[in-house]
């Protein structure tokens, strides 16, 4: 018999953890016809603004082939807009357009609502903790240091 591992498989429980919310938000997402994958790139473009595929890429964690893909069909359904950069015209940047801002804002509710029902599954303080907790380990991990004691 092999030696056990040390220690859970950290990135396979966060993959079930996002299992298990995703299944939660779902329901919101089929309702207005959106793909997982979409809605990511609807909810940065959102926070952010304006900004170029390798930052969306980056931002909502998809392979650049997958992200080409998945803006065409969104550019095809009038989801976003690609327009030149100001600053380099071999760029360029993606945004929101009316149609997505209305999407957007018609689902905010019913968005916010599951947030709202997840607090009371697991309670305020937790999920702030998760917050924190999370945000914390990927800064160390990317910055390859640990926590200074």
């Known amino acids: 018999m092999k030696a056990p591992f040390h220690h859970r498989n950290l990135p396979h429980l966060l993959l079930h953890a996002r299992e298990t919310l995703m299944q939660h938000f779902r329901p919101v997402l089929k309702?207005?016809?959106l793909t997982e994958q979409q809605w990511?790139?609807?909810r940065s473009l959102s926070d952010t603004g304006a900004i170029e595929p390798n930052q969306i890429a980056k931002h909502c964690q998809l392979l650049g082939p997958s992200l080409t893909r998945i803006l065409a069909g969104m550019e095809e359904t009038g989801l976003i807009v690609r327009a030149r950069s100001d600053e380099d015209q071999r760029r360029q940047k993606i945004s929101l357009t009316a149609k997505s801002?209305?999407?957007?804002?018609r689902m905010r509710p019913k968005i916010?609502?599951?947030y709202r029902e997840l607090e009371a599954m697991i309670?305020?303080?937790?999920?702030?903790?998760l917050y924190r907790d999370i945000d914390e380990a990927v800064t160390l991990v990317k910055q390859g240091k640990g926590p200074s004691i």
């Open 123 to 129: 309670g305020k303080q937790l999920l702030d903790r």
């Open 101 to 105: 801002r209305k999407l957007i804002e």
């Open 31 to 33: 309702e207005a016809g």
């Open 40 to 42: 990511r790139v609807l």
């Open 112 to 114: 916010d609502q599951k």
